[in-house]
């Protein structure tokens, strides 16, 4: 039972345009979320998060947005660079602090010339 | 910034043998977790450690058992491994479960664990 979906296994995005992942759960326990980067054979980098008492949250060029209604979180990159390819993970956690994550199956990012 | 180390990079077993995976957490960072993510799958949670105490228990097979010592070091150790153990291990870390809010989980680099 995948409780983190993303549906999209890779994108493909022109250098200086928008990219935007998107991920859907559906446990409603479900309170903080996160996105991470892997690169192969590295471990997950943290990028941003969220708590479900907010919708919005921005760091530099990341910006995610939660519609709790929806059950649904989108990662914004603007503008999006070379460097930025990679595999996003969306995850999620439930209760108070320090609870396992829930990974979705991940977005292969492409940023192309 | 220190970073969670992991120990060895890479391990080869054959089946049967038994291993065992290091973690050392981010200074100050009292809690642990490790993931198992097999080829073309994404990271599933294994168990975690909050103050030397197991505080979660994910999908981990009874061949393996996992610690936290003192100095909030951890040990993931696997015995009579399968074929299907083949994976990347992780271990990530953060700030305990104090104060009832989330905190974010680093990752270390991770171990890759190929067993023939």
């Known amino acids: 039972d995948q409780q983190v979906k993303q549906n999209s296994p890779s994108l493909s995005v022109q250098e200086g345009r928008i990219s935007i992942l998107n991920c859907d759960y559906t446990?409603?326990?479900?309170?903080?979320f996160l996105w991470y980067k892997k690169y192969p054979a590295e471990g997950p980098t943290f990028l941003i998060s969220?708590?479900?008492?907010?919708d919005k949250n921005e760091d530099g060029r990341f910006t995610v947005f939660l519609n709790k209604s929806a059950k649904h979180l989108s990662l914004h990159i603007v503008p999006s660079q070379p460097g930025d390819s990679a595999v996003y993970f969306c995850?999620?956690?439930?209760?108070?602090?320090?609870?396992?994550?829930?990974f979705g199956t991940g977005t292969q990012l492409k940023v192309e010339l | 910034a220190a970073g969670v180390i992991q120990s060895p990079r890479h391990l080869i077993k054959e089946k049967r043998e038994t291993a065992t995976l290091k973690c050392y957490p981010i200074?100050?960072?009292?809690?642990v977790y490790w993931y198992q993510q097999g080829p073309g799958q994404d990271p599933q949670f294994l168990i975690s450690?909050?103050?030397?105490?197991?505080?979660d228990k994910g999908s981990i097979p009874d061949r393996f058992s996992a610690q936290q010592f003192s100095d909030y070091h951890s040990e993931l150790n696997m015995s009579s491994l399968e074929l299907g153990d083949s994976a990347l291990y992780f271990c990530?870390?953060?700030?305990?479960?104090?104060?009832?809010?989330?905190?974010?989980?680093?990752f270390g680099p991770g171990t890759r664990l190929l067993v023939l």
């Open positions: 990530a870390s953060s700030l305990g479960l104090a104060g009832g809010y989330q905190e974010t989980q680093y």
């Open positions: 446990n409603s326990m479900f309170d903080y």
């Open positions: 969220i708590s479900s008492i907010k």
């Open positions: 995850a999620a956690s439930a209760g108070g602090g320090g609870n396992k994550l829930t």
């Open positions: 200074p100050r960072h009292d809690t």
């Open positions: 450690f909050y103050e030397k105490m197991q505080s």
